[in-house]
């Protein structure tokens, strides 16, 4: 991530908040009294997930923007599933069953997640029903499941203001071309995936502790100046080129 005059705030939170997070989901999803066939599976897949965020996180710094993007979204699959080995419902296991048999698609899963289990949630990473925030944050990662156009210009760096010009930008096309908003925007996805899943924690475990550093994550997220409220549209905010009126590319 490049260096900036401040360290922004979510960042901060972010670093506060991850391994207390983190934490707390491993030793939640290996206590899970759920059958055999199914009680190391919301195990797994946070370890995906974080095996997935450790990949991207190596890429992300490498200037492999698209690949850690990539993996990224991977992560979206992987925590509806950890979601399942959390939330205790009482037919999160039978739930579990249909999607160890592949009769359940990540979509469905979600749908069921939306109507059983996140109107308890309350509401997203602004005033948004949480129903609403996640939708929207999956269905714009979703074009970045496979290798496209969009995910392609992930692989371009988007050069500096020449000579002060804020209406003219250049792109650098290179092999690993490392681009700092691309790094820091990819950095801030993984920020929000970990406010995602600190939220479903708490909402099946009362945690003194870990609910203010949530809260507090979730509030320097909703200010970054990549985010645009509770009106943002998520899918122009995974573009790969943004800057701001002002012409600056790399913001907090």
Avoid at 38 to 56: E, G, T
Avoid at 203 to 214: C, G, I, N, R, Y
Wanted: glycine share 6%; with cysteine.
């Amino acid at each position: 991530m490049e260096a900036m005059t401040a360290t922004p705030e979510w960042f901060i939170r972010t670093d506060e908040a991850t391994s207390e997070v983190m934490g707390r989901i491993a030793s939640s999803t290996s206590a899970n009294s759920m059958s055999l066939q199914v009680r190391f599976l919301p195990q797994k897949a946070h370890w995906f997930l974080l095996d997935s965020l450790f990949l991207a996180n190596q890429a992300n710094r490498e200037g492999m923007h698209a690949n850690a993007l990539s993996l990224t979204r991977q992560c979206v699959e992987a925590m509806s599933v950890v979601e399942l080995g959390l939330c205790g419902h009482k037919d999160a296991e039978s739930i579990l069953l249909k999607w160890e048999k592949d009769d359940m698609t990540p979509g469905k899963l979600r749908a069921w997640l939306e109507e059983n289990v996140w109107p308890a949630y309350g509401s997203g990473l602004w005033s948004e029903p949480w129903a609403t925030f996640v939708r929207q944050f999956a269905a714009a990662l979703q074009p970045y499941a496979h290798y496209s156009t969009k995910l392609a210009q992930w692989q371009d760096q988007l050069l500096p203001d020449a000579g002060g010009d804020q209406t003219q930008k250049m792109i650098r096309i290179a092999r690993r071309a490392y681009d700092p908003q691309k790094a820091t925007r990819i950095t801030l996805l993984h920020a929000i995936l970990t406010y995602v899943l600190g939220r479903i924690y708490l909402a099946a475990h009362k945690d003194t502790e870990l609910s203010p550093l949530v809260l507090r994550l979730g509030s320097a997220l909703s200010n970054s100046k990549y985010l645009d409220g509770h009106a943002t549209d998520w899918s122009q905010q995974f573009w790969a080129m943004l800057c701001s009126t002002s012409g600056a590319t790399v913001l907090e």
